[in-house]
């Protein structure tokens, strides 16, 4: 079976330091891994994927990813924080195990402070 | 483009009561999927729809229905609302597996 957990379930960061997301993920099948950003009162919009392609996978608005099989980890990267990333973000894994389901995490608040 | 496109965008229920949620997508995706959203559990699966004419429970369907109308719609029905549906449904839809899913913007649902 999948799984996936997000580590942190809140995270706050100054304008302009560094972003760290962490997640790991548990699968029996090589696994299928996304990011998902959700705004207030909006849907779940598409960061990033990784696909068993490059191990570090480049997304939108400078955010990155990068597979560690090793570690079980698909953690996410931003070098500096905006106001705007200021959203809730979730890890989400598919394998063929699960039908190609998708699996959430619990979701991590980002806030930015100015 | 609209994308995926859910309606109502809120609503207020009574305990019993019946509703349902409708969702289309004009991307010509093949598969489409209804979510529950709850606070620090992610999104849950309430049923899919993997091609027009089939559906599938997921990982919550107790208390639903669903009908994949046509390869663009696919509605959600609560036959008797209860309280512990209260919640945010999303609708999603992608174009095969492995690929990602495109999501609406969700209809709040309030169950007194």
């Known amino acids: 079976a999948q799984s996936v957990t997000q580590l942190d379930s809140h995270v706050s960061v100054s304008e302009g330091t560094p972003v760290l997301l962490r997640c790991n993920y548990s699968?029996?099948?090589?696994?299928?891994l996304f990011w998902y950003v959700q705004h207030p009162n909006k849907g779940l919009q598409l960061l990033l994927k990784y696909t068993s392609a490059a191990t570090l996978v480049k997304g939108i608005n400078g955010f990155e990813a990068e597979f560690k099989k090793s570690e079980t980890s698909f953690h996410l990267t931003k070098p500096s924080a905006h106001m705007s990333d200021a959203a809730e973000y979730f890890c989400?894994?598919?394998?063929?195990?699960?039908?190609?389901?998708?699996?959430f995490g619990g979701g991590t608040r980002l806030m930015v402070k100015p | 483009n609209a994308g995926v496109t859910q309606t109502p965008k809120f609503q207020v229920l009574k305990t019993g009561q019946s509703m349902t949620l409708q969702c289309a997508q004009d991307m010509n995706h093949n598969s489409m999927y209804w979510y529950r959203q709850d606070p620090g559990m992610g999104l849950r699966l309430i049923y899919y729809?993997?091609?027009?004419?089939?559906?599938d429970k997921g990982e919550v369907p107790n208390g639903y229905n669903v009908s994949r109308l046509n390869k663009r719609e696919f509605s959600l029905r609560l036959e008797s609302a209860a309280p512990s549906q209260t919640s945010v449904y999303f609708c999603a839809s992608r174009p095969g597996p492995n690929q990602p899913q495109h999501f609406g913007d969700g209809t709040r649902l309030s169950i007194l």
């Open positions: 729809s993997a091609s027009e004419g089939t559906t």
């Open positions: 989400v894994v598919s394998d063929l195990g699960a039908g190609n389901m998708l699996t």
């Open positions: 699968s029996s099948y090589s696994p299928s």
